[in-house]
């Protein structure tokens, strides 16, 4: 039996209807001719059901995707009769909106088959099927190899220029790296200065003092050798010769420190030589000690040492080790400092620095009574620019750069803290 036209028209409205109802957000009325069974295919990925309540669920999360920006055209529509059922053919348009215009989605309409079947003298829809063309393939294609490959190829281009942007943006980054590590040598150098004016003074006193103690000795030995006293002489000479080997003493105390600072500053020679560990690490917290004493009048802090004399040299940068030292020196007199301003009764904030040679490692120690690491931080310390410290007093690279530092040497740099107790950093260095 041929289908009226008239139904063939009603199931065209039906359908332009229905789709009026999605657009507005209703979903009752967009899904109101749906078989319960109805299997629906549509464009987007996932979009495929086989039954009326997925559909619905699927379609009412979206709708925010198309209430109010999505507009739909139905540029022709056909219904083609098969007796007990119906398909409509349907080429429609989707049009989104983008500012003030609206652009067609794909640039190209979509094709949407509804199938139509009449149950209990109703009709409604059994299957929907919505699809876009190949929007790959040109006019007499079925598929466009040449086109698939060329795109294929405008990716491997895009990839590789990619590639060798981030490659240059590692290469900038490794370059600002070696600049933030200098300005960091630099930061632990401005800590150092202090403690190394201080470290100066003492042997430049002695110098000034014998100097100037020498020069009256002179005038003595002139005034006796003008008497002829021979006896004298001699004696003023012995004398002035002993003050020449204290200056001499003292000038060198002084040129070590400078060569020290010196090497602090200097690029890292790289080379591994045999190290006076004990001294380094006496060195190193002494500096340290007078550089924040400097700065900071009220801090006082005990210092002690227990230093493994069987230990001997070992082979090391000496630069970089003494830079690990000192950076966990500076920060556990930070901590005893900070602790202090507390007002805790009876504290005696101390460091201490402990060598120690276990087997075929040397171990250095540096502990402090501070506060202690809080365990939800603890695994952040070591990394790069981590600092709990007001701006300006840290930058978060201290232990960062030790680490690496230690881990260059083969060795270990560990960490054992209590919360309100202290904390005990622990460079282990192989002996071979
Ligand atoms: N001895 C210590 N006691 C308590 N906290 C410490 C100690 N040493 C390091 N820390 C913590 O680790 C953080 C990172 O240290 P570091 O890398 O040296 O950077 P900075 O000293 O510039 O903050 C410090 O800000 C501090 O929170
Ligand atoms: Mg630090």
Same mark, same amino acid.
């Given at each position: 039996? %041929?289908?009226?036209? /008239?139904?063939? %028209? ?134 466009? @190899? ?44 401005? /800590? ?10 003492? $042997? ?14 002179? %005038? ?23 003050? /020449? ?5 003292? !000038? ?21 030589? $045999? ?37 001997? %040299? ?19 007199? @930070? ?11 009876? @504290? ?26 809080? $365990? ?39 960490? /054992?803290?209590?919360?309100?107790? !202290? ?10």
């Amino acid at each position: 039996m %041929e289908l009226q036209p /008239e139904i063939k %028209e009603q199931l065209i409205l039906k359908n332009i209807n229905q789709f009026k109802a999605y657009l507005r957000g209703d979903i009752d009325g967009f899904t109101q001719y749906w078989a319960d069974n109805i299997i629906c295919h549509g464009t987007a990925k996932g979009e495929s059901f086989r039954n009326k309540v997925s559909a619905k669920e699927f379609y009412s999360k979206t709708l925010d995707q198309v209430v109010d920006v999505l507009k739909i055209e139905h540029k022709h529509s056909e219904v083609v009769d098969f007796g007990h059922y119906c398909i409509l053919n349907d080429d429609i348009e989707f049009y989104m909106q983008e500012g003030d215009k609206w652009i067609l989605v794909y640039d190209i309409p979509a094709r949407l088959t509804t199938v139509w079947s009449q149950i209990e003298g109703e009709w409604l829809q059994t299957h929907i099927h919505c699809s876009f063309p190949d929007i790959n393939t040109t006019e007499g294609e079925q598929f466009n @190899y040449q086109n698939v490959k060329d795109e294929n190829a405008k990716l491997k281009l895009a990839v590789d220029q990619r590639t060798a942007e981030l490659n240059q943006s590692l290469k900038n980054l490794m370059a600002t790296q070696v600049q933030l590590i200098h300005s960091e040598k630099m930061a632990s150098l401005g /800590e150092l200065t202090a403690g190394i004016a201080h470290e100066i003074q003492n $042997p430049l006193n002695f110098v000034n003092n014998f100097a100037d103690v020498n020069v009256e000795l002179i %005038e003595e030995l002139e005034t006796e050798a003008n008497k002829g006293n021979l006896e004298e002489v001699k004696l003023l000479a012995k004398d002035i010769k002993e003050n /020449e080997t204290k200056i001499t003493h003292h !000038g060198k105390r002084a040129d070590a420190i400078v060569k020290n600072m010196l090497q602090h500053s200097r690029k890292t020679s790289g080379q591994k030589e $045999p190290t006076d560990i004990n001294a380094l690490a006496d060195e190193y917290l002494r500096l340290a000690y007078h550089g924040l004493r400097a700065k900071n009048i009220d801090f006082n802090a005990t210092m002690k040492t227990d230093f493994d004399e069987s230990i001997g %040299e070992i082979k090391i940068i000496p630069q970089d080790i003494g830079r690990v030292i000192l950076n966990l020196i500076t920060n556990a007199f @930070y901590a005893v400092n900070e602790k202090s301003k507390q007002g805790i009764a009876d @504290y005696d904030p101390t460091v201490s620095v402990v060598t120690k040679k276990v087997n075929h490692q040397v171990e250095i120690r540096v502990t402090d009574n501070g506060n202690g690491i809080p $365990p939800n931080i603890l695994d952040k310390i070591f990394q790069p620019f981590f600092t709990t410290k007001p701006t300006g007093q840290g930058t978060g690279l201290g232990l960062s750069l030790s680490y690496d530092f230690v881990k260059a040497h083969r060795g270990e740099l560990k960490v /054992e803290t209590e919360e309100g107790e !202290g904390s005990t950093f622990i460079i282990e260095l192989p002996t071979v």
